[in-house]
């Protein structure tokens, strides 16, 4: 419970006892359609309010949120009902202007009723419509504190609802075709969707063909009608697909014999084709007219596409008070480390003169052309630090992409630490990585960027810099590693802090969304095999177009994501705070899941958040996964066990995908990244253990370990993994490649006995199983802190293999101002760290 003043405490509990009818049953006799139903919400104040309480049917229980006015409490009833009354029994912190809303599918909301005014007490609300999700959406408080129900109900019926007969118009028709191949232009698949029974398409006399139409967007099929010129298909397949590539078998068909069949299918797609698998002749395949009919014999298909949200800020040079736009939010984020506000700025290509964006907490900013040269900025784009009295260790969750940067005196300022992404970026002067008056800073990463000038990271202790270009790098503090990087300096870590490669062995660019033209797209570079500079303005890749994307909103359920999925659509998460009651599953190849705004997804009730199939190509980017307040097993999970497919040709890819566990309250989770999965790319991570913030404390948020990865051949580049109860990356998977590894130990460690295991005081940083024989990795640093009890001496960084196969490059440890030890660097090589002066313990090369 919040802290509130202790008169309004008491006063409340009195009001309690003395009138028990405070927040009263509902004047409807029947039991609301909510009790019991699952429940989410945007927030929940903490672990005694869930969203649960709201539905339980005791109105002694309840439902609080954070306190903001963006917050919003949601009922799955479980089916499809026709909705007649909404009770909503506030306690003290009521809601003084809300909407009551419904939907179908957990995603688009139709408004039921709009409240303003409310005084609280019970507000009965007499409604009418249909869907199976019923929501409060807050506008406004009444109090300071958040939004808080002693119950939620929904009164109505469910069942006897129509569904409507199979549609008689030909969806079909005039749409775009193509085929496997055609016996000659005059049969080109375009003629079997003409309307015209006179013209045909037919094929090259052999098996497989196949021809097929888009139908525009995703629609419900129930019926294909076919019409077969004499050279008929015997055996084919009718099938269906979101995104022309993935299909689903909708009806498979032996033995036909040709002339004019109607088959009733259930299913949905935007795309339908006939697979030919055997003729009924020597000739090809051959159909007069293909008719495909829609409605609603079944669940409706889950539309991509459409708006973005209200929380993505589209602009562009003529945009009136666009500074003003930049400064609203940046007022609002700058200091809000843990807060629930997300945003998006998306400019269009043009040209934008004097501004300033400020970028604060879970703020992105993102030109919208295809090359960062499009949306030119003369001015800046920038992170200081004076919200913290100008240390920079905690600016974390906020990200650039895809602009060009002119800075109004010379240099840009980006001084950043984790989970700060400066991708795709052409900086036209120089860049300075530290706060103004060069206070601590701790991070970073820069990836595809092109800096025309020097890059000064002057306090910055770490940096990683991948496949881009430079025009100078000044200095550093203690690991500064480089990886395909134009004008990089030259490897001196004996000396220095630099840890240079030419190339980087395998990347690929996140994806990113862009117009072309008037529309919106998502680019989804290609793989680069021995990458060095930025990957554009060549852009090697596919454009997928938004509507092959479920355009994911605040109070989307994970059961309707996951429908999408299925359906075979990509996901585009738009800023806000997801609540997840399952985990969400990527079950299909080349998949993207992308999120704007630091999207962030939080696991209820002990579900893992998202698992990803053993499968070929699917791209995870751009969102933040938080633990909730019960145990996840495992907040991301890539292959399952046991995974064995070769992934080399078209790998997976995991891109800016951030994990917390505490910090915004109490979390915990087992294994925050398990891979399991061969050949996957770890492209910028941030597994981070809170050691500061609500919600933590040794077991308060207990997380045993960061980075798990049991598949072969996979690559980290850009690796930060902090503060874990046990090991904070532990690989037992052969020929593992890391380039760059930043990590700090658990501050809150209470004693010695607490983290001793096998006769060793501590566990690794970074730990290669003892049964790994080949596995290399480059610029590694391990930090400790033990605030808790600094007289803990750990007994190394690392941990590994000694064998001729494990290769370990510049390696250090570091105790911050003498809170604890490291008596070794890797295994029990390397000088110890004493005293309280900070100086890197350092080796170059293992064994």
């Not at 085929?179 to 005059?186: D, H």
């Amino acid at each position: 419970m919040r802290l509130r003043s202790l008169g309004v405490a008491l006063a409340a509990a009195a009001a309690l006892i003395a009138l028990p009818t405070t927040h009263p049953p509902a004047a409807a006799a029947e039991t609301p359609l909510s009790q019991g139903k699952s429940a989410t919400a945007s927030s929940e104040e903490n672990a005694g309010t869930a969203a649960a309480k709201g539905v339980d049917g005791d109105t002694g229980t309840r439902w609080s949120s954070a306190a903001t006015d963006d917050q919003w409490f949601q009922v799955d009833l479980g089916a499809t009902a026709s909705v007649t009354q909404v009770v909503l029994n506030w306690e003290t912190a009521y809601g003084k202007d809300y909407k009551v809303q419904i939907s179908k599918d957990g995603s688009a909301w139709t408004d039921l009723k709009s409240v303003t005014g409310s005084d609280g007490g019970a507000d009965t609300l007499d409604v009418s419509g249909q869907g199976r999700y019923v929501r409060m959406l807050g506008v406004h408080r009444a109090t300071q504190w958040g939004y808080s129900l002693w119950e939620f109900q929904v009164f109505g019926a469910t069942g006897g609802s129509t569904q409507p007969t199979c549609g008689t118009a030909n969806a079909a028709q005039g749409r775009p075709a193509t085929a496997s191949s055609t016996e000659n232009a005059g049969t080109p698949a375009s003629a079997a969707f003409d309307g015209n029974t006179g013209t045909r398409w037919s094929s090259q006399a052999s098996d497989p063909q196949w021809l097929q139409v888009d139908l525009g967007a995703a629609k419900d099929l129930c019926k294909v009608d076919l019409t077969w010129e004499a050279a008929y298909g015997k055996d084919f397949q009718i099938q269906a697909s979101a995104d022309g590539q993935s299909w689903n078998t909708l009806k498979s068909v032996d033995g036909a014999t040709g002339g004019t069949a109607s088959y009733d299918v259930s299913g949905s797609g935007r795309y339908v084709r006939i697979l030919g698998t055997a003729r009924g002749t020597g000739y090809g395949y051959s159909l007069w007219e293909v008719a495909v009919h829609t409605g609603g014999t079944g669940t409706p298909p889950i539309e991509g596409g459409g708006d973005l949200g209200p929380n993505v800020i589209v602009v562009d040079p003529s945009t009136p008070n666009l500074q003003q736009k930049f400064d609203d939010v940046f007022k609002q984020q700058e200091s809000s480390q843990f807060g629930t506000g997300r945003y998006q700025f998306l400019l269009k290509p043009g040209t934008y003169n004097g501004v300033n964006a400020q970028i604060g907490f879970y703020t992105s900013i993102s030109g919208l052309g295809l090359n960062p040269d499009d949306t030119q900025i003369n001015g800046d784009v920038t992170v200081d630090a004076g919200w913290f009295n100008g240390n920079a260790t905690q600016n974390f969750w906020r990200s650039a992409e895809n602009l060009a940067i002119r800075p109004s005196h010379g240099d840009d300022r980006w001084a950043v630490a984790q989970a700060a992404p400066f991708r795709r970026i052409h900086v036209q002067g120089g860049l300075n990585l530290a706060p103004n008056g060069y206070g601590w800073a701790s991070g970073g990463y820069i990836a595809d960027s092109k800096i025309d000038g020097t890059v000064g990271p002057y306090s910055q202790q770490q940096w990683y810099t991948r496949d881009s270009s430079v025009g100078g790098w000044t200095n550093g503090v203690w690991n500064m590693t480089f990886s395909g990087v134009q004008g990089a300096p030259a490897t001196n870590f004996d000396s220095g802090p630099y840890t240079t490669l030419d190339t980087t062995p395998v990347s690929r660019e996140k994806p990113f969304l862009y117009l072309d033209g008037s529309t919106y797209k998502v680019f989804v570079p290609a793989k680069r095999t021995n990458a060095r500079g930025v990957s554009w303005p060549a852009n090697a890749g596919t454009s997928l177009p938004l509507d092959q994307f479920y355009v994911v909103k605040p109070g989307a359920t994970a059961t309707t994501i996951n429908a999408a999925l299925a359906q075979g659509l990509n996901l585009l998460f738009t800023p806000g705070v997801y609540h997840l009651d399952r985990t969400i599953d990527v079950t299909r190849a080349n998949t993207v899941v992308l999120g704007l705004g630091l999207a962030t997804l939080i696991p209820d009730n002990g579900a893992d958040a998202m698992h990803v199939a053993d499968v070929d190509g699917v791209k995870l980017a751009g969102f933040l996964i938080d633990a909730g307040p019960v145990n996840s097993d495992t907040l991301l999970r890539i292959g399952a066990p046991g995974s064995g497919a070769d992934h080399s040709a078209n790998p997976t890819s995991m891109q800016d995908v951030f994990v917390r566990i505490g910090g915004a309250g109490p979390g915990l989770a087992t294994n925050s990244v398990v891979v399991d999965s061969n050949n996957v790319i770890i492209d910028h991570t941030w597994l981070w253990r809170a050691d500061h913030g609500t919600g933590v404390g040794w077991d308060t948020n207990r997380a045993d370990y960061g980075l798990r990865v049991n598949g072969n051949d996979v690559l980290a580049t850009g690796l930060f993994v902090e503060h874990f109860n046990k090991y904070d990356v532990y690989w037992s998977g052969e020929r593992g490649r890391t380039i760059f590894f930043q990590n700090e130990k658990a501050y809150d460690a209470p004693n010695a006995a607490a983290i001793t295991h096998d006769g060793i005081v501590g566990y690794a940083a970074y730990k290669v199983a003892d049964t790994v024989g080949t596995h290399e990795a480059w610029g590694l640093g391990s930090y400790c802190n033990y605030t808790s009890d600094p007289s803990i001496v750990q007994a190394h960084g690392f941990q590994v293999p000694t064998t001729t196969g494990i290769k370990m490059h510049d390696l250090l440890v570091i105790s911050l101002g003498g809170k604890g030890q490291y008596a070794h660097v890797v295994n029990s090589t390397g000088a110890a760290t004493s005293g309280t002066d900070t100086v890197p313990s350092k080796i170059t090369s293992f064994p």
